[in-house]
């Protein structure tokens, strides 16, 4: 599984990067940036930030490359990209989730800032199943799973699901507020900058939290539990919400296409939506928009794989350990109505949510303490 998910990551620079300077993207975005204009519009492109030039820089590029995937302009985009956030923000509730049990303190899946930043600059594609390949190298957690070492501090799960409201949903928000009729194209463009390090306010949240009002928990397992099932809970509603979403408003141009007006009858078809054109099509893009949408569906179905296979792996490991076998027919059932429902990252966080509460209830010291009764 290690090298499949390395396989993944390392694809990206054929699969997206390449694909992009193939299919013309890259000379578009290029062209927007030496214009001083912002791609399909006569406004000025932003280009000072932080007065950091280097920064600067790479906020600008990515400026031209999201803010198409923002206004509206590209209906096709737009609702592909809705369905991505929620993917993302369930994905990285797992990865922050992890990089707090007990049996990850200290090694690199412990600090997902990190990865998180890489994410948002050399795609979620690359840096997802990169971190999850190597936490199943050195983790504890991923070979022998406990209730001891999967336990996160009771603050961390209580804190979750608001630090992603604050952290994640807010700055989401704010980047695809309509400009200029609520704010102007140059707050439009802050806000889009601003909400790129939104894995490293996520990541400063969480680590405030449990440093300033980590005392005031008490290491109840009872209210662990159930602060637990929340975050999961959460995370699953990101996924499932704007999977849904997306398959709904797609899936409506085919089967009721009345409701919709012409223009999104065809822009939102699912042939378009969940299209996914290879390197070697000779595909050329026209529009920096139409680019971005073939780059992030590759985005979406490498990072969106990764993440499920890193949960399978380790819900099969604790099945396997825990009751001594997997029912794959039912297990490979699961994931699929389950990514059909909501999507791969929704199926992700349901697997791991399932392997935590197998370990909890199997190896916790509730169940400890019945077997050491029965075996006396």
């Not at 000072?48 to 490359?65: A, C, Q, S």
């Not at 989730?97 to 594609?125: C, D, H």
């Not at 449990?210 to 928990?217: A, Q």
């Amino acid at each position: 599984m290690r090298f499949i998910l390395f396989s993944l990551s390392a694809s990206v620079f054929y699969m997206i990067w390449y694909f992009s300077h193939a299919s013309g993207l890259h000379d578009l975005a290029q062209e927007a940036v030496a214009s001083g204009k912002l791609p399909g519009l006569d406004e000025p492109l932003r280009t000072v930030y932080t007065g950091v030039e280097p920064i600067d820089k790479l906020l600008t590029v990515l400026t031209v490359f999201f803010y198409p995937a923002m206004d509206g302009q590209d209906s096709t985009l737009l609702l592909h990209s809705i369905g991505f956030s929620g993917t993302f923000a369930a994905a990285w509730t797992l990865v922050v989730l992890e990089s707090w049990r007990k049996g990850n303190s200290g090694t690199i899946a412990a600090y997902p800032m990190v990865f998180g930043l890489l994410a948002q600059v050399l795609t979620f594609a690359f840096a997802t199943p990169l971190l999850c390949a190597l936490q199943l190298g050195c983790s504890v957690t991923a070979r022998r799973p406990h209730a001891d070492n999967i336990r996160v501090p009771r603050v961390v799960l209580a804190v979750l699901p608001t630090v992603f409201v604050i952290g994640f949903l807010v700055p989401s928000n704010l980047m695809v507020l309509p400009a200029p009729d609520i704010i102007s194209v140059d707050w439009k463009q802050i806000a889009i900058s601003s909400w790129h390090p939104w894995p490293a306010y996520v990541s400063i949240l969480t680590t405030a939290a449990y440093y300033v009002i980590g005392p005031l928990f008490s290491n109840n397992h009872r209210a662990s539990i159930s602060s637990l099932r929340w975050v999961y809970a959460s995370a699953f509603i990101h996924s499932a919400v704007s999977h849904l979403v997306t398959l709904t408003l797609s899936l409506t141009t085919v089967l009721a296409p009345a409701l919709l007006g012409d223009k999104y009858v065809e822009a939102l078809h699912p042939s378009k939506v969940y299209s996914f054109p290879v390197p070697w099509s000779g595909l050329t893009v026209n529009t920096v928009p139409e680019g971005v949408h073939v780059f992030l569906r590759w985005d979406y179905m490498i990072g969106s794989a990764g993440i499920l296979l890193w949960a399978l792996k380790l819900h099969i490991v604790a099945q396997r350990q825990i009751v001594s076998g997997v029912s794959w027919v039912s297990l490979l059932f699961k994931v699929g109505v389950l990514s059909l429902l909501s999507g791969p990252a929704g199926a992700a966080v349901e697997l791991m949510w399932e392997r935590d509460e197998l370990v909890f209830s199997e190896t916790g010291n509730s169940k400890q303490v019945t077997t050491a009764r029965k075996s006396s």
